[in-house]
């Protein structure tokens, strides 16, 4: 019988943790971040804390990833802790809204993107969407080594593009406009409400990082790898975040970056004629490598579950020539085709991936605890740092950000909630039929 087989460098790790973070959301959620806080040192704060508590559950996962370097990553951490039962529906949860959301969001981002060379319909930015979905699972079917160069030569793309935005505004932008907007204090009053709000934007714009965890079966010196790709990771999105918001400020006065539905198009477009269109043609390359991890990642959980027989026998199948999970692949990419067909809007669906995405990864971070209780004597090829306060800040803000979402839930993540509950007749379901 095929198996996944170990062929994924740290450097390719690494650039897998970055390519999953950095998406859209840095050259589109930015305008939605300003929108709740206005003032530019509050808007670059709560960047900074994006990246901080980002690095906070990297280092946290780090330990975890260490620990048990198999398929499926935060399923099998979330499985060893508290039961197969939680652990299924993790992977419920990623299949059916976390993963695919995202994949739908970016999907209906690069269509949204499409249309500054192209005149599309609502319905073929959809249809270019599922078919962007579909063509890009194909080609990961094809090998791991084939998704490593993708998401190589992709993320490398992002990097150089934060760079040239920088550089951009540094060069070219008004530099009187960019003080003004830092001196000014007639900005709205302070509210810890709208500065957790902003967080969505931001935590949508870092979320992806753990998605080196799910490949932790297919990475030469796994506990050596996945821990330092994460960290490094996180590192580098953070600063390079932070970048990309110097440039806008220094491009766009601040009601217009709050009225941007495409940020890094409209800030080279303010000194660029045709900026925005080599600018979209950078975040649609972005978006296609996001997506290539996405459809990549995500179905070693599915891949899991199968192996632990929750889950539907034939997403356990393993390509005999490609070595890779192709049916559960295929699976997911049908699921994300059918949420970018129901939903369609970006803003609706990164809400509700959001969301569910949080409370599971402040049930991932909190099993530290529960290993270091029950299996003292385990190996831990990597100890987080300052524990237990480095995994307790990143449990304690994560939470906060839940609790906040919950007074102000949007129907799409009350379906989300009405998803999840779903997974446990449907694991029961499972455990009858096939345990």
Avoid at 302 to 325: C, N, Q, W
Avoid at 394 to 413: G, K, Q, R
Wanted: proline share 4%; net charge positive; hydrophobic share 55%.
């Amino acid at each position: 019988m095929a198996r996944l087989q170990r062929r994924l460098t740290l450097y390719g790790l690494t650039m897998i943790a970055i390519g999953s973070c950095i998406g859209s959301g840095i050259f589109i959620t930015p305008s939605n971040v300003a929108s709740h806080l206005f003032d530019p040192k509050l808007i670059l704060l709560v960047w900074f804390l994006g990246g901080a508590v980002s690095t906070l559950g990297a280092l946290t996962f780090s330990e975890l990833g260490a620990m048990y370097p198999r398929a499926g990553g935060v399923y099998i951490y979330i499985k060893e802790a508290y039961g197969p039962l939680i652990g299924f529906l993790y992977g419920w949860i990623i299949l059916l809204i976390v993963n695919t959301g995202a994949m739908a969001a970016l999907s209906m981002a690069f269509s949204e993107f499409l249309s500054f060379f192209f005149d599309i319909s609502p319905v073929g930015k959809q249809i270019v969407a599922v078919v962007l979905v579909i063509s890009l699972t194909g080609i990961n079917i094809l090998g791991v080594n084939i998704s490593q160069i993708l998401a190589n030569l992709f993320s490398g793309i992002k990097i150089i593009a934060i760079f040239m935005l920088l550089a951009v505004g540094m060069i070219y932008g008004d530099w009187n406009m960019h003080e003004a907007a830092f001196m000014a204090t007639d900005y709205p009053s302070f509210s810890i409400h709208a500065f957790l709000l902003a967080f969505v934007g931001v935590f949508w714009s870092f979320g992806g990082w753990h998605h080196a965890t799910y490949l932790s079966g297919e990475v030469l010196d796994a506990q050596r790898n996945v821990p330092r790709a994460m960290i490094v990771g996180t590192l580098t999105v953070t600063t390079l975040y932070l970048l990309a918001n110097i440039a806008y400020f220094f491009l766009l006065p601040i009601p217009e970056l709050i009225a941007s539905e495409k940020v890094a198009g409209d800030a080279i477009s303010a000194v660029f004629h045709n900026g925005g269109k080599f600018v979209s043609l950078l975040i649609i390359c972005s978006v296609l490598g996001t997506i290539a991890i996405y459809t990549m990642t995500a179905p070693r959980i599915y891949f899991a579950m199968a192996e632990d027989k929750v889950f539907f026998k034939f997403l356990a199948k393993v390509h005999p020539k490609y070595g890779t999970p192709h049916l559960a692949m295929i699976f997911q990419a049908l699921w994300a085709s059918l949420l970018i067909l129901v939903w369609g809007s970006f803003i609706k669906i990164i809400t509700f991936v959001t969301f569910m995405d949080i409370v599971f990864m402040v049930v991932a971070a909190s099993t530290i605890f529960v290993f270091r209780i029950k299996r003292p004597q385990q190996e831990r090829p990597y100890k987080v740092l300052a524990y237990p306060i480095v995994p307790a800040l990143y449990i304690l803000v994560t939470s906060a950000f839940v609790i906040n979402l919950l007074l102000d839930l949007s129907a799409e993540s009350w379906i989300g909630v009405a998803i999840l509950l779903a997974g446990i007749p449907t694991y029961f379901f499972f455990k009858k039929t096939r345990g």
